[in-house]
């Protein structure tokens, strides 16, 4: 796909400036008076924190778009996004708040981002080219394909995304944002990965934005405790419309029960990996508390737990990506 580069190179930038506000606008309002035990934040408190993660991992997926799949690009590009993520600690334990904040915060990052895509670019340019013009190997549409799986999970993460009251308008607007730029890269990245761009992909690529927006805000309207069917549904929809971007279709027609397949995956899979990550997560690995205390901000209550549920939705998007990851019909072979 010929326009990947800028496009995925767009979406990176995007995901800067959503991340640089997040610091800055929403973080804040997260941050609760006081040390006093009765004053302790409950489950999901730092949703921004975890919005601005979803919003880092965001900046490497568009990279990856914007390689169409190629290591020298991915490489680097999880590489940033584990350095961004230290980065983002140390940023909020020095609890930056205001306009010049968040303008100086999208400055240095969109900057960062531009050294690190000009130097890949270089390295790209001085590499010998051996793979045919509007082909891309099997490796690199695999590569593509996870990073849209990826997307697509924390696309369900972000718009489901709740906080102890569950009443503050900026929770919603932060969570369509980050939600609607994870479908688009999630599309983006199948559509790159597909063996061809032909008229109908197109037209199937622009009808599944359009269903993927249109369900994000279903499960946002829906009321907090009341948006797993919601997000189960958006997940089919969304994953299955994955599939059927990416992988190839002999003959010029999918073969369906392929992708009935895939749909039946898309819609228990997403849920399955959720729960089987956040569980041990939240009994064994207490990784939000670590970066609570990390960034300087008050522990979780006692009888609530801190998890870290942008951390949740990437496992949990790189197990779909082992199931659904296979655009070709001989990768799809070797799982039987």
Known sequence: MRSARPVGLLLSATAVVLWAYGMTTWQ??????????????????????????????????????????????????????????????????????????TVRLAVAGCAVLGVVAAILLWWELRTPQTREPGTPPAADRRVLTGAACVAGVLTLVAAGIESPTDREPELNQGALATAALLVVLAVGAALAAAPAR?????????????AGLLGVGLVRAAAPGERLLPEAALGAVLLTGVTLLAWDWPGGRPIWWHHALAALIALVGPVVFLVATAVPMMIMLPIGATFTELAGNSPIHAADSDLLVSLVGLIAGLGMALLLARPSVEDRRKLR
């Open 198 to 210: 032909t008229r109908a992909r197109v037209g199937l690529a622009a009808g599944l934005t359009v």
């Open 28 to 101: 804040p309002l997260t941050e609760p008076l006081g040390p006093w035990s009765e004053h302790l934040p409950g489950n999901n408190a730092y949703w921004a924190r975890d919005l601005r993660f979803m919003a880092i991992m965001a900046v490497p997926l568009g990279l990856v778009l914007a390689g169409r799949g190629q290591v020298r690009w991915s490489g680097p590009a999880v590489v940033l996004g584990g350095c961004w993520i230290a980065a983002d600690v140390a940023i909020d334990r020095a609890d930056l708040i205001g306009v010049d904040a």
